[in-house]
């Protein structure tokens, strides 16, 4: 069974991007995601996106995978998941209140993999609703396991949202900083 916890929702995101086993199956006929990143590396991709709504813990789940290329976006809405205009924070500092939203990216690189969080920055739910949510977002990112930053920017558009299909845990039972890949 996978387990989530919101503090770490970011490093589960990257831990998909990773090939480990994903809690959101991405497949043809997902919504549309694309992101472009600067830093050590430069690139960008388009692939098909999923979203999970975790009811429990009031959060909203974001994944596109690309091969081995993966990002992940976690929103914290208010209340309910309307069209809104986010923070995007660093998880290691845990989750400052909300509404409030992270970013992770994982990228094989020509130089090196590529393994980064948010650390700032901004996220825009412009259709939240009917089942799929649309927006943009754009963030700084930290390196998970190395001291290198780099800066991202993309859209998603009618990603479909499904209920959440494993256990997650609200946000009262406490947020974790440790975001680190075990």
């Known amino acids: ?89 660093d998880p290691s500092l845990g989750l400052p209140g909300r509404p409030a939203a992270g970013v992770a990216l994982r990228v094989f690189g020509q130089v090196s993999i590529y393994a980064g969080q948010s650390r700032d920055g901004w996220l825009v739910l412009e259709k939240a609703g009917g089942n799929v949510v649309s927006g943009r977002f754009e963030a700084g990112l930290r390196g998970v396991r190395e001291q290198v930053d780099a800066a991202v920017r993309g859209r998603f558009s009618n990603v479909p949202v499904t209920p959440a299909t494993t256990p997650c845990v609200p946000d009262s039972a406490g947020i974790s900083s440790d975001t680190a890949l075990r």
Do not use: K, N
């Open 1 to 89: 069974m996978t387990f989530r916890h919101p503090g770490l929702v970011l490093a589960a995101g990257l831990a998909v991007a990773c090939g480990a086993e994903p809690a959101i199956e991405v497949a043809d006929g997902g919504g549309a995601f694309t992101i472009e990143w600067m830093g050590q590396d430069t690139g960008s991709f388009e692939a098909p996106a999923r979203a999970e709504w975790c009811e429990e813990g009031r959060m909203l789940e974001i994944v596109s995978l690309l091969g081995d290329t993966g990002a992940a976006l976690v929103v914290y809405p208010r209340d309910s998941l309307v069209a809104d205009s986010l923070p995007v924070y």
